[in-house]
């Protein structure tokens, strides 16, 4: 399966944009801590016979295992997800309250990146 993977660049523009459409300023992050946590999926996928939602549930859990920002890591989580999803054509189905409650019971251990997965494969 040949993916679109989620470049730095774009996904640091589609943060800050995000941030400032809330009124927020987007705060220090850290280059390498942001490397690993888009390297993380790919590294998934190489280990695993991996489809797009198991691939975009790695994003979001690179960004939540990694902590690359000093603030709003779980918006950055859904918008990695979000963003290489976009990029390959598809589009989750979920209104922001359903995701936003996925990040939250990611971010604090109910949901592990197996049950993420599935519950992208389900809002496809």
């Not at 490397?35 to 695993?48: F, G, I, N, Q, V």
Request: aromatic share 8%; with cysteine.
């Amino acid at each position: 399966m040949s993916l679109h993977v989620v470049e730095p660049a774009a996904f640091l523009l589609l943060h800050r944009d995000s941030l400032l459409d809330d009124g927020l300023e987007c705060g220090p992050w850290d280059e390498r801590l942001l490397t690993a946590a888009l390297d993380y999926p790919l590294k998934e996928a190489r280990l695993s016979i991996a489809d797009v939602a198991a691939v975009a549930a790695a994003y979001a859990i690179g960004m939540l295992r990694y902590r690359p920002f000093a603030s709003g890591n779980q918006r950055a989580a859904f918008l990695a997800l979000g963003l290489f999803l976009y990029s390959n054509a598809w589009h989750l189905e979920a209104s922001q309250d359903e995701a936003t409650a996925a990040m939250r019971r990611v971010a604090c251990g109910e949901m592990d990146e197996d049950d993420l997965a599935n519950w992208v494969r389900r809002h496809l």
